[in-house]
């Protein structure tokens, strides 16, 4: 390689990583971040250095009675779910009746100044997120070791092709 190539490698070096720091470094931010918030409600619980579950949906009463089944034979035979019981079968924590998915489907990024702003438009994300008295924690979205490792690594990736070319 004589100097002349060796300057156009540095310049053509010089324009791709203005252009990632420009147009892709955010990007990557915001599409790891989403995808790992989202699997957050595939996980039914948030991954920071581990995945940490979330307890899982109230099936008795303030009497420790089962909310899901069938008491008595009056209605329906003891034992069995009841309607509530089978609409909650099989559903999956934070997944709403019927449509479902519109906690999981309004995270929303922004891309700011120096970053990314992960948020939701729901009023009731804050509550599952953080926790309140009657509410558990169920952690959706926040930092993580696992997304902070996922974004370096891409970089690193994205930073060896430029530069191994």
Do not use: C
């Not at 920071?48 to 009675?65: A, N």
């Amino acid at each position: 390689m004589d100097q002349d190539d060796f300057i156009r490698d540095i310049q053509r070096q010089t324009r791709e990583l203005e252009q990632f720091l420009e147009d892709d470094l955010l990007d990557i931010i915001e599409v790891e971040g989403l995808n790992h918030f989202e699997e957050s409600f595939e996980n039914e619980g948030f991954t920071d250095e581990s995945l940490e579950k979330w307890q899982p949906r109230k099936t008795t009463d303030k009497r420790g009675r089962d909310i899901t089944r069938y008491r008595t034979g009056r209605v329906g035979r003891a034992g069995e779910l009841n309607a509530y019981g089978r609409k909650n079968q099989g559903r999956a924590i934070l997944t709403g009746h019927d449509t479902g998915d519109k906690l999981r489907n309004s995270l929303k990024a922004t891309k700011v100044n120096d970053g990314v702003e992960f948020s939701t438009d729901k009023e009731y994300a804050e509550v599952h997120n953080e926790g309140s008295d009657i509410m558990p924690q169920r952690q959706f979205m926040g930092a993580s070791e696992v997304l902070n490792d996922a974004v370096k690594n891409k970089i690193d990736k994205t930073l060896d092709n430029i530069f191994d070319q």
